[in-house]
């Protein structure tokens, strides 16, 4: 879950709209040349904000899945909105089951991975350590013909979410250069960042740590990153876009090989 948990939803819609002129231009790094692929993260809320329903999906789609990116990572998702997502952009899906029937409709919550191209070996499911309250935190990953892409939801909780960012910099997560995206509850300063921060020619999509122009959160913070290493392909330029449909906007980018 991401820092505002139990708002209104009638209030947060307000704290969204008022966010649309929020920064939104994306911000341009070098680029090594050679092919690319669009890709982006969005934790939907999808429990909390929509109860297990996915009648929303068609309008979220439409409102910040313009263009598709051709890999997209959820959290907090229902399996029925993840497969959604997927029937709607006409994609894969990879879904890591975090708590069996937990959506107020009976299905399965956790993470996915929605994407384009067939995967090119085998998706890595992985629970974190630590729990907040009841709730697992994990990992799955699709291995893509250029990259493994990897959708994570990390805690709330300080210390928990330490233990899981070490956990995560250490893993092998797929073959090749790997992409990291997902809600980490931490802003670009807080030391539970650190040991992603320390990976070996780590890239993060927004830029260097502490470059924050755009807001992936409602509440104005950068609780969302795309974090890459393990080659030299970089981002071209991010973005981020609000969303009525939940409390985190879309945070996409332009990978590049």
């Known amino acids: 879950m991401g820092r505002i948990r139990m708002l209104p939803v009638v209030g947060m819609f307000a704290i969204v709209a008022l966010a649309v002129s929020a920064a939104t231009t994306p911000t341009t790094a070098a680029t090594p040349g050679g092919g690319s692929l669009d890709v982006a993260t969005f934790n939907i809320w999808g ?5 297990g329903s996915a009648d929303w999906v068609a309008g979220a789609v439409d409102e910040v899945l ?9 959290q907090e ?12 952009l006409r994609m894969r899906v990879e879904f890591l089951t975090l708590m069996p029937h937990r959506c107020d409709n009976g299905a399965d919550f956790g993470n996915a991975v929605v994407y384009q191209a067939p995967e090119d070996g085998p998706v890595v499911r992985r629970i974190l350590p630590g729990l907040d309250d009841d709730e697992p935190r994990g990992v799955v990953c699709v291995q893509l013909p250029r990259v493994a892409f990897c959708s994570v939801h990390l805690s709330l909780d300080p210390g928990r979410r330490l233990t899981q960012t070490r956990l995560l910099a250490s893993m092998r997560l797929g073959r090749g250069p790997v992409i990291v995206a997902g809600d980490f509850n931490a802003e670009p300063f807080e030391h539970e960042l650190d040991p992603m921060y320390m ?5 993060e999509a ?12 409602d509440d104005g913070s950068k609780i969302d990153y795309m974090f890459t290493w393990g080659g030299t392909a970089t981002f071209e330029y991010a973005y981020t876009r609000p969303s009525t449909f939940s409390d985190h906007y879309l945070y996409a980018a332009r990978f590049v090989f």
Do not use: I, K, M
Request: charged share 20%.
């Open 47 to 51: 429990n909390v904000g929509h109860q």
């Open 199 to 203: 990976v070996p020619g780590v890239r």
């Open 206 to 217: 927004l830029g260097p740590r502490g470059r924050f122009t755009q807001p992936t959160h």
């Open 66 to 74: 313009r263009p598709v990116p051709a890999v997209l990572a959820l």
């Open 77 to 88: 998702a229902c399996r029925n909105q993840a497969e959604e997502f997927a029937r709607r």
